[in-house]
């Protein structure tokens, strides 16, 4: 671990959104699931969802490009279980789905604890998703197509959350829990040291200020 990349980890993590996030509803194609990690990285969201079998999140590494390192991928059961947890943690819902009262996704305030639900391509989001959301989300288009690829449509939603938190400074300083912070730190430096000590149950060390290791 040089002191360049724990500098460079650091500030990453110190830019997590905690209250941002996306519900991945049945997206089935292992490319359009890295695809939209790799979106979530790109804006700091900290953590994903996903109602899916083990074989449909298989991650497709060419186009993850390792991004399920740094952003954490949480399964649920099914869609109510996820939305529970969700709307227990404060979240607001919202359902990528052009229904008759769907708003425009940029009149949204993604200021606000924010989950973007989406659904594999051919299907769309679930009808038991879409009665359990708050609001529905369209994005407008004028061509002949009727909808997105499922990826580019979490691209450019997380994009206009990501221009309305920049303009509200939520960047500017960790979100995180100082306890939270320094363990997702570590077990981003030290992948591998970090999954011995949970494997035998030791709390880990501390690290220095270019991150080496301290004792503990």
């Known amino acids: 671990m040089t002191p360049e990349r724990f500098h460079r980890l650091r500030a990453a993590l110190a830019r997590r959104q905690p209250d941002l996030t996306v519900l991945m509803d049945l997206v089935h194609k292992s490319h359009n699931f ?50 529970g947890h969700l709307r227990g943690r404060g979240f607001t819902i919202l359902a990528a789905h ?46 002949l197509v009727h909808s997105l690829n499922v990826s580019v449509a979490a691209g450019l939603v997380l994009f206009e959350a990501f221009r309305q938190r920049s303009a509200a400074s939520m960047y500017e300083q960790t979100r995180l829990p100082a306890d939270e912070f ?7 430096a030290y992948p591998s040291l970090a999954r011995r000590r949970r494997e035998v149950g030791r709390a880990y060390p501390p690290l220095g200020p270019n991150g080496e290791l301290l004792p503990d």
């Open 98 to 143: 052009p229904s008759a009262d769907a708003v425009d996704y940029r009149e949204v305030d993604y200021t606000r604890p924010t989950t973007l639900t989406l659904g594999a391509e051919l299907r769309g989001v679930s009808a038991e998703a879409l009665a359990l959301a708050d609001v529905h989300i369209t994005i407008p288009m004028v061509g």
């Open 34 to 83: 890295s695809a939209i990690l790799r979106s979530c990285d790109a804006v700091g969201v900290l953590e994903a969802h996903v109602v899916a079998t083990e074989d449909a999140v298989a991650i497709h590494h060419a186009t993850s490009a390792g991004t399920k390192k740094w952003v954490a991928v949480r399964r649920h059961a099914n869609v109510a279980e996820a939305i």
């Open 182 to 188: 320094a363990a997702r730190l570590f077990e981003w």
